[in-house]
């Protein structure tokens, strides 16, 4: 939910971001849209060898990190094209394989039925209904900012959601070691 919000929230609201910053023409603006599924794209495509060398929950603490740098750029140079930019690259290159890490990693810890991945579609699903919602209405009162803020507040609690899943992991070995030791 919160990945997938966080992706589509952004992709939704960079073109009004900018437009609304003046940030450069309108198409400039549609420029950073297709920049962050771009960006987006390419980081897939460069992380499918990654996947295969790095553990699933290492590839995910990096690219959480790597988002909220990304966010944290245009955070600290709001104002700045050139931190929109790079930002929005970033974001869409850091962002790409958060997904199908999260339903890997899934996949190593539960059996995924039928059921167990229709909640993680539904979640998903809520998420890129909620979030850009919230944005908006952010958006129409408390200015652009609403938007990387709004983003960097649900990177900032999925990095949370994944520091619970490894603690619990973690927990779970030491049970399972304990009682077989």
């Known amino acids: ?9 952004f992709a939704g609201w960079i073109f009004t971001y900018a437009v609304a910053l003046k940030l450069g023409s309108l198409k400039t603006a549609a420029y950073l849209t ?35 740098i990304s966010i944290g750029l245009m955070l600290w140079q709001s104002g700045s ?8 690259i ?10 199908p890490a999260t339903l890997s990693l899934a996949g190593q810890r539960m059996q995924l039925s039928g059921q167990v991945t229709g909640w993680f579609i539904f979640g998903s699903s809520a998420g890129a209904m909620l979030i850009p919602l919230l944005i908006g209405q952010l958006f129409k009162f408390a200015g652009p900012r609403a938007l990387l803020l709004v983003i960097a507040i649900t990177l900032v609690a999925a990095v949370g959601v994944l520091k619970a899943v490894i603690h619990s992991s973690q927990a779970e070995k030491r049970d399972i070691s304990l009682a077989t030791g």
Do not use: K, Q
């Not at 094209?81 to 929005?88: E, V």
């Open 34 to 68: 297709s920049l962050f599924w771009g960006g987006l794209t390419v980081g897939r495509m460069l992380t499918i060898p990654l996947a295969a060398r790095f553990r699933l929950r290492s590839l995910l603490i990096c690219n959480l990190g790597g988002s909220l």
């Open 1 to 9: 939910m919160l990945y997938v919000g966080a992706e589509v929230g």
């Open 81 to 88: 094209l050139a931190a929109t930019l790079i930002g929005t």
């Open 90 to 99: 970033g974001l869409g290159f850091s962002m790409a394989s958060i997904f």
